[in-house]
Every structure is written in C-alpha cells, then in structure tokens.
C-alpha cells in the first residue's frame, strides 16, 4: 500500500484494538503507579487507605499534626486546595504546595515559589511541562525553577538563573495522574477538559492570594503544553469575556475573579501538528545540523510520509472526530517513535537525542527520554520526607512521566488538534500577547515548524511577522538567536530562535533563557545587549 494511500479504517482498528487490550509500556521506572500498594495485599491496600485519610484531613500515620490550610470557593463547590508551607528547593523564598481536590478522587498537585526580587509586583507566570503525562517538577528541577536536581537524586543545588530571579512562579502537575496528582477512580484524557480544571484552580488560588491576584499573569509551557497552555488561555479569555452575573451562586459575584493574563509563552511547542509533523523532512534534511543527505534515500522517503502525515492531520482538522484524528496521531507520531515507521522512525534509528541532536543516546544508560537527571528526580520526589514537607500522601509513587495518561490522550486524538487556530487570535484580539521560543537543536519539536506556523497564523500579527526579516539577538557580545516581533497597541506576537539550545532551552542555556524570559514578562524589547 502506497504512503499516499494509508487505510484509515484499517489504522482505526489497529489503535482501538491495541487500546482494549492491556499495556504493555512500562512507565519509566518500570513500575505500576501504585505499586507501593501493594494491591496483591489485602492488608497493605487497607492500610494504604487509611493513611490517605489521616493525611487529608492532616494527620500521619505516627500523628503528626500536619496542618494544611484548606480553601475553597463557592463558585466551585467541588473544588477546594490542600495548603502546605515547604521549606525545600529554596529556603530564602516564601513557598506553597499542595493539592487543588477536583472532586472526592481527582487532586492535582502545585507548587508556587515567590519571586527572589520583588514578589508584591513582579508578574506571576504558571509553568506547565507536556508529554502529555510529563511533570512540571521536571522542569522545575532541571530547567528553570530555584534549584537543580543533584546527581543520583539525594539532594538539589541552587539555580541562579532561575525564572523566579524577578517573576513570582507556580508549577502544575496536570492533568490528573501526573507527577504527585492522583484520581482513585477518574481519568482525564483531553486537553479541553484539563483546561476547565486548571482555571478552577486558577480562580481558587486568586480568591484566597489576593496579593497575586492582581499581578501581570502569564502562562509559560514547553512541549505538548504548546497544546496546553493556548486552550488554557483561551478558557481564561472567555471566562473573563462572559457577563460575571453567570457565575452568580448565593449572590456571590464578587467571589469571580477576572484573571489578569498579559501574554503566553510556547517552548518548542506542538501547537500547529498539520505543520509541526511534516517539518520534520524540512528539519532533518535542510536544518541547522543537516541529520541526513538531502539527495539521499532518507530525505525522499521522509517527503513523502510528510505529505501522508500532513493529508491525514488535515482530515483530522475538517471533521474533529477521533476516528480521523487517532489514525493521524498513529501515522505521524506514534507508530513513528515506538515502532520505526512514521515521521521519526529513521531518526530514531540513528542513536542521537531527539530533544538535543547534537548529543547521542545510549536509553539503556539515559533512560527512555535519554536524560538521567528523570530519573534523579524520581528518586528524590519519592523520598519520605520531601513527601511530607510538600503535603504529598506518602502512597504515591513521583514518576516523571506518566505513559497511561501519554496512552490515554493519545487514543483520542488530542495531538492532532489544531491549538493555534482560532485560539491564538481570539488572544492577540483581546490584547493577550503570545511568545514562542525554540532551540535550534530539537528535533521532537523543532524550531522550523514552531516558526511557519507563527508566520501562517490567521491574523494581522501573523501577516506582519510572515513579512519580516529576522534580527539578531546578542548577549555579552555573543549571537543567542534571533527573532521576529510585530507589534499593534500594546499587544505583541514573537518568535525567537536560540542557538545551540535544545527541546528544554532553560536547561541548555540558562542564561540565554533568563533574559528573554525578564525581557518578555517585564514588557521589555528584545536588546541586542544585555539587560
């Protein structure tokens, strides 16, 4: 069967049967989630559930009081946060964990530093990592939070190009199952219904931290929260658009608060799949560090699947169903990654890291997702004690990323929707600026298809940037990157290019990433020096 002519029926079946029959991708570590249970052991299942009780309402199971501050909101009656007050990571900033309850079995977990310079005026930005199933503490502790994971996972070190340097910070596991958040019962598996849950958390968090309540807020994701975050701004947006007398429950208006959200940031994103996926050809064959022979049988073999995975994403996008969006999600990325075929099958062949292909990657040494630092912080996110100073039932087993929650959005579709259109627009009409950033060097989400769809976008900030030049952007008299930035009012659409950086800039270039992070959110230009 020709490339051009893939079987939609056929990849269909393929996926619905492999998603009724038991997994057989072990997460990361190798481990069911609750393996700590014990569920072959009625007794350790008992106990298990007794010690999450004690804990939730503040108890261990040595009876220490534990104390969490519990909030909730009357506009969400079935949400409310479980408050703890770490001293962890870094012990100079004021800190808060714990967990926002969706409902009796859903919580997801947060953790907020406050900013190390100004915390009363410095803006708030929320950072979500993707996967989807990845957790935000996997960014925190490698990328950009206030301290690094240290080697083997037994401690952290200090990070002094933290993003909380000048901006106060706030990390989400989400969606359900991701990191240390837990359902008993419950499983989120698309993106729209995650968005919901996170602006309920959002308008919890506000009510009862009316000192950030008013700040500059901005949403800042990497990866498949170039998914994430678009659709979470979106739901702000509209929320905040809607005649607050909707929302009127016990005449309780005023407990609905109008989210102050200035800009997003997109790190080397999906946001575009239909034109994410094919500028792999573009990438692997025309790009910076030229993976394989533009004449060679590689880069033909490789245009042709890109029309194949573009034809089928575009079908995806006209009909909205998951029986087209699944066979998509199938051809242009699954199949490719774990089974050889697809966008990056010939790639993953090669023994290069796909997030940084200027490194090999050796996953019986690395690990699956070719960095040991996932799992140094697995280690350290499942210590005793870090649990209990995070508020963290001590039944829940970190992992850094989650496979069944990647396995469950997977097999709806949920990669191969469009989140550019027309949710960045709807933000760039209402004065919500949207930065996306990418390093050279990542070939999961290279920076080719991250600056197409920018200049494609549907909208005058789109047209402006398509009709641009790029400028460089220097810092201490070296090339960074360069960029394209347009502006109407005060509302900005950029993209920017960082040299010699991988799929997690921050932790590839640190410093490079501090300034345009500072630069961004304090609504300052790009500077060809620096700050």
Partial sequence: MKLNQVNLLTLTNLALSAYALPSTTPPLNGLSRFSTLGLDSGLATIQASIESSLQYIGLDLFGAEKS????????????????????????????????????????????????????????????????????????????????????????????????????????????????????????????????????????????????????????????????????????????????????????????????????????????????????????????????????????????????????LIDTCYKTDSRFTCLPAALYCSYLGMNEGSGMYGAFQQLGLNPYDVRQT??????????????DWIQTYLNKPQVKKELGVPKYIEFQSCNFDVNRSFMGQGDSMHNSADPAIPNLLDSGISVLVYAGKADFMCNYIGNKIWVEQLPHALGKDIAQMDDVEWHFDGHKAGSYKLAQRGATQLAFLEIEEASHMVPMSQPEFSNEFFNQWIHNHAFNSTRV
């Fill in 68 to 311: 969490p501050l519990v909030l909730s909101h009357d506009q969400f009656p079935n949400h409310q946060i479980r408050l703890f007050h770490p001293k962890l990571c870094d012990a100079g900033v004021k800190q808060y964990s714990g967990y926002i309850d969706i409902s009796d079995s859903k919580s997801l977990f947060f953790w907020f530093f406050e900013s190390r310079s100004d915390p009363s005026s410095d803006p708030l930005v929320m950072w979500l990592n993707g996967g989807p199933g990845c957790s935000s503490s996997t960014g925190l502790l490698t990328e950009l939070g206030p301290c690094n994971i240290g080697k083997d996972g037994q401690s952290t070190t200090y990070n002094e190009h933290s993003w909380n340097t000048n901006a106060n910070l706030l990390f989400l596991d989400q969606p359900v199952n991701v990191g240390y958040s837990y359902s008993d019962t419950d499983n989120v598996n698309t993106t729209p219904v995650a968005a919901d849950d996170v602006y309920a958390f959002l308008q919890i968090f506000f009510k009862h931290y009316k000192q950030y309540a008013d700040l500059p807020f901005s949403i800042a994701a990497e990866s498949y929260g170039g998914r994430y975050a678009p659709l979470i701004a979106d739901v702000i947006n509209n929320h905040n658009q809607i005649d607050k007398s909707i929302y009127k429950l016990n005449n309780s208006v005023d407990d609905f608060k109008t989210i102050n959200l200035k800009s997003i940031l997109l790190g080397n994103g999906l946001t575009d799949p239909k034109v994410q996926f094919p500028s792999v050809y573009d990438y692997a064959c025309h790009g910076p560090y030229q993976i394989f022979d533009p004449n060679g049988s590689e880069c033909a073999n490789l245009k042709s699947k890109a029309h194949t995975c573009e034809s």
């Fill in 361 to 374: 990657c050796d996953r019986k040494k690395d690990g699956d997702l070719c960095y040991k630092s996932m």
